[in-house]
Structure formats: structure tokens, C-alpha cells
């Protein structure tokens, strides 16, 4: 499967920003999702998982109460809804998708083994 992210851009502080990630290539419905982002010169980390069937979300502890996932098997499409956001939200965010997940594993990269290409989200004070 195919993975593509847009919608980033430049926003203020307290502003929002939705991320969309189009698929193709694969039945969309037999993948969970995550969403990872990278910050200048940090490691990539976690943002938020989705199950394949929407029936369980995980969030990184910065993000939650002001970030929702979301997906809509039937538009081959996944969603970050980014509210209240912060200068640090400031990163490359990556789309993945994977098929199987490990025990308590969700927010490890291994986990995903299509990825798409980032889109960059700039916060600004």
C-alpha cells in the first residue's frame, strides 16, 4: 500500500491543521494507522494509532485532549485532526500503516511497515 500525506503548513500558535493521508495500492480497511512526527534534529516519535476497524485510539501523552485521529475506510483516507497546537508540534509528520500489531506496540515504528512521505507542520509563537 501506497501512503501519501498533505495538508500541512504554517499556523499559529493555538491554531489547528488537519492532516490527511490518501492511500492506495492496498485495501485500506486491513491496515491499523499511526502517525509519527520529527522534529529538527530529535528522533522520530509517536503521535497517535488507529485501529484497522476505528474501535481503538492511542496518543502520545503531548498530544492528548488536543490531537484526534480518525479514518474513513470507505475514502481509502486517515486523518490527524491537530488542535490547540503548540510551537513544539513543529515536526515532519509521517502516515504509517501495518497490518499486525505486536502487544503494546502500536507506537514503535517496527510495528509499520508502509510509510508515507511527511508533511511538514510549522507552529508559530
Known amino acids: 500500500v501506497q501512503l501519501q500525506a498533505c495538508g500541512g503548513g504554517l499556523v499559529q500558535a493555538g491554531g489547528s491543521l488537519r492532516l490527511s493521508c490518501a492511500t492506495s495500492?492496498?485495501?485500506?480497511?486491513?491496515?491499523?494507522m499511526g502517525w509519527f512526527r520529527q522534529a529538527p534534529g530529535k528522533e522520530r516519535e509517536f503521535v497517535a494509532h488507529i485501529r484497522r476497524d476505528s474501535t481503538r485510539t492511542y496518543y502520545a501523552a503531548s498530544v492528548k485532549g488536543r490531537f484526534t485521529i480518525s479514518r474513513a475506510n470507505a475514502r481509502d483516507t486517515g486523518y490527524l485532526q491537530m488542535n490547540s497546537l503548540k510551537p513544539e508540534d513543529t515536526a515532519v509528520y509521517y502516515c504509517a500503516a501495518g497490518t499486525q500489531i505486536l502487544t503494546g506496540a502500536y507506537d514503535q515504528e517496527r510495528t509499520y511497515a508502509y510509510w508515507g512521505q511527511g508533511t511538514q507542520v510549522t507552529v508559530s509563537s
Open positions: 495500492g492496498g485495501v485500506f480497511g486491513n491496515y491499523n
